[in-house]
Each structure stands twice: as structure tokens, then as C-alpha cells.
């Protein structure tokens, strides 16, 4: 969950709704530069605006922390205007409506999370541990991405796991092999076409607790935690306090209120992020520890977490071995260690004396 893709040139809005500045633009020259108008990336990189992607993200977030700003400027502005009409369309209507005209105007600029490369644990046919469930997309964890993303790897995910997950349920559901052999059968596409008639899923009876209510603008506090404590340049101190303020959310959503439900899963999925991050004491791919800023390979492992376990690493994403109890756990554990709810995540493999060595209970 540690592992958060961030694209480097999202326009800087006042209302802050991502609109992604193509990373073809830097192919095309365009250059990043501070609010002053001093060209920063070549300080950071050899291939300065044309380095890959995490690397321009801590390039641009460095040098809005040096800067004091919440954002940069990428300087389209060295080709005419009709070039950039022809090439980038969608780009210069936005930037237009937004009263900004990259011919002339440098756009404001900032990184955005845009991809989590960690997720729900499935096996190659999006199986998770729970029978029955599966998981397709970017909620999934397929181990296809490891530490880093190429862009566009959403495709596999989405389209070659979905048709796996979906002749996976099929094959389980029918239970005879049959279902996809038919499916097969008829070159159709989607399973919802082909099954109008199999029966439907049956749906316990829910029962209803008593709400913890969603925080009034909880997703505008949730994001300023996260970018302030999980950005692309992290550190124990900014993820140990994003921790503390994260404790203020709820995070159970048993109530008939999605909005609640939902920021109980938002806080869930930003602790485990955190968690995660904070356990992980090293640098790799686009986790980056500013107190850890090397790679170790002590840690070429994925961390899971799962309900009523300690977290454990394991070597590949999909091997779907079982939990360890804590009394096999490969690594030394404080049995002392105080539990949320009944998870806990504990930093591994290295247990460290001071901060990081406590528990990071994650409900
Ligand atoms: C700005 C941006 C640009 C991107 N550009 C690229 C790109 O160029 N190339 C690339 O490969 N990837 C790109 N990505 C990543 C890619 O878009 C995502 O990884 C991909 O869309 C994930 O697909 P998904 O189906 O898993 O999830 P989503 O596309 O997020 O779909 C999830 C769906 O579930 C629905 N949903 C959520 N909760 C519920 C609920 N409780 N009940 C019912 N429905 C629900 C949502 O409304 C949504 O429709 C981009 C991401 C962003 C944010």
C-alpha cells in the first residue's frame, strides 16, 4: 500500500479538481520552472525534464518545498500558439477555460496521487483470500507493477485481469466448468449478456449500527493529511503525525449512509497507506523515505496486512500462502504490542529501537 504513483504536472487550480497536463508536453520540450522562473530539473536529474516520472514528481515536489509554493510552471510557451492548438487540443481548451494560455502563460503545476500500485492481494485469476470475492482494476494488487508503474499499465489491469476475474467467477459459480465454455461458445463479450438467468447473489440481511458520521468535509481533510504526511517524499515524523490526525476519522461505516461507509473505506485504505509507508524503511521505486533514501534489500518484499493478523511479508504478491500467527512470524514481534480493533501492523522486517519500532495499529 506504500507504493503511490504521483504524476508529476497536474494544473494547479483554485478548486483543485486534477486535470493531468499530458507528460507529452515535456517530450515536446516544455520545461518546469519555479514561480520565479528558474529552470530546476536539471538539478535532480541528467535527463532533467525528460527523467521518468517519480523522478520529475520529487524533482517538482523539492522544489516546492524550497520554494515555499503549492505549485510550479511548465513553460510550453516556446512554441506558437496554433502548434500547440494542433497538438495538445484538449489541453489549451482547458487551460483557456481556466484563463491560462499556454502560448504565453506558463501553467501553474503540482504532483497528484495517480495511481496505487499496491491494493486488495489477488492471485492471477483476481482471486482474494476470501472466497468468492475478486478484484479487478486498481483496487487490486496483482503484483504485475511491483515498486513502480509504466503509464498505461491501467489496460492489463483492467482488461486482461477483469476477463480473467470474470471467467474465474463464472468457472466458480456454475462450479462444472461450464459456464465459460459456453460463454466461450458464443464470442460474447460480457458475462452479464450471456447469464441474464443464473440466480442471483444472494445478499445477507444487513444490520445496521449505529453511525460514527462522517466528518463534514472529510475528503478535502483526508487529502490535506495525505499530501502533508504520504506525498512523494516522506519521512517518520510527517507519517507518524498524518497517523495521529488520521485517528480522527471513522473507521467503521456500518450505517445506511454511503457517504459514511465511504469515508470509513477512505480513512481505511489512507491508514493502511500510512502504515505501510512508515513500516517500510527504505526507499524503492515510488516509495521514497527521506530518512531511508537507500534501497535495502532486506526489504524486497510486499507487506500484507490482513484482518485479525499481523502483517507479514512474502516474496510474490500472488502465492495466496496463509497468515502466519504471530507465534511463526519470521521476524522478531513485541507480543506486548498494543492492537486496534484486532489488526496490527507492525514495521517489518527490520525492528528498529525508537519510534518506528512501536505498532501501527491499523483498524
Ligand atoms: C486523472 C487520471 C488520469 C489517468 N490516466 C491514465 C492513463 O492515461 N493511462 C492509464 O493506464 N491509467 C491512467 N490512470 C489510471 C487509471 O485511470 C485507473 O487506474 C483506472 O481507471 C482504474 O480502473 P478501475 O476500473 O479499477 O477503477 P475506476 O475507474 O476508479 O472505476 C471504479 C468504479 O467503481 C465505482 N464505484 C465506486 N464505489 C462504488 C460502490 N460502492 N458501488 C458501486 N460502484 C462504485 C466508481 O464510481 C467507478 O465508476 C489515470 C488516473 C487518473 C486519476
Not at 49 to 71: K, S
Amino acid at each position: 500500500m506504500e507504493f503511490v504513483q504521483f504524476h508529476p504536472t497536474v494544473l494547479h487550480t483554485r478548486e483543485g479538481q486534477g486535470f493531468l497536463i499530458s507528460e507529452a508536453t515535456r517530450g515536446e520540450g516544455a520545461t518546469l520552472r519555479t514561480p520565479g522562473g528558474t529552470r530546476f530539473m536539471p538539478a535532480y536529474d541528467p535527463r532533467a525534464e525528460l527523467a521518468p516520472r517519480d523522478v520529475v514528481t520529487r524533482g517538482i515536489y523539492d522544489a516546492m518545498r524550497r520554494e515555499g509554493t503549492n505549485h510550479v510552471l511548465l513553460d510550453l510557451t516556446h512554441h506558437p500558439a496554433a502548434y500547440l492548438k494542433l497538438r495538445f487540443p484538449t489541453i489549451c481548451t482547458r487551460c483557456l477555460a481556466e484563463g491560462i494560455d499556454p502560448a504565453t502563460d506558463p501553467i501553474p503545476v503540482a504532483p497528484a496521487a495517480h495511481y496505487l500500485m499496491g491494493g486488495i492481494r489477488t492471485d492471477i485469476n483476481g482471486a482474494t483470500s476470501l472466497a468468492g470475492l475478486y478484484a479487478a482494476g486498481e483496487c487490486a494488487c496483482t503484483g504485475v507493477h511491483g515498486a513502480n508503474r509504466l503509464a498505461s499499465n491501467s489496460l492489463l489491469e483492467c482488461l486482461v485481469f477483469g476477463r480473467r476475474c470474470a471467467d474465474a467467477a463464472l468457472e466458480q459459480w456454475t462450479g462444472d466448468g461450464k459456464g465459460k465454455a459456453a460463454w466461450q461458445a458464443t464470442g460474447v463479450e460480457y458475462a452479464a449478456c450471456l447469464y441474464p438467468s443464473l440466480p442471483p447473489l444472494p445478499v445477507p440481511h444487513l444490520t445496521y449500527h449505529t453511525p460514527p458520521v462522517a466528518p463534514p468535509g472529510w475528503r478535502s481533510s483526508l487529502a490535506a493529511i495525505m499530501s502533508t504526511g504520504a506525498g512523494p517524499l516522506r519521512s517518520a515524523d510527517r507519517l507518524l503525525e498524518a497517523l495521529r490526525r488520521l485517528e480522527a476519522f471513522p473507521m467503521q461505516g456500518f450505517a445506511p449512509d454511503p457517504e459514511t461507509i465511504t469515508a470509513a473505506n477512505a480513512a481505511l485504505v489512507a491508514r493502511l497507506i500510512v502504515a505501510h509507508s512508515l513500516a517500510r524503511e527504505e526507499s524503492r521505486g515510488a516509495h521514497r523515505r527521506v530518512d531511508f533514501p537507500q534501497t535495502d534489500e532486506a526489504w524486497q518484499v510486499h507487506l500484507v496486512s490482513r484482518r485479525g493478523t499481523r502483517p507479514y511479508p512474502v516474496a510474490t504478491v500472488t502465492e495466496m500462502d496463509h497468515p502466519q500467527p504471530a507465534t511463526d512470524y519470521p521476524y522478531p514481534v513485541d507480543h506486548q504490542l498494543p492492537v486496534w480493533g484486532d489488526w496490527c501492523l507492525l514495521p517489518v522486517p527490520q525492528l528498529r529501537n525508537g519510534p518506528l519500532a512501536e505498532a501501527y495499529p491499523v483498524p
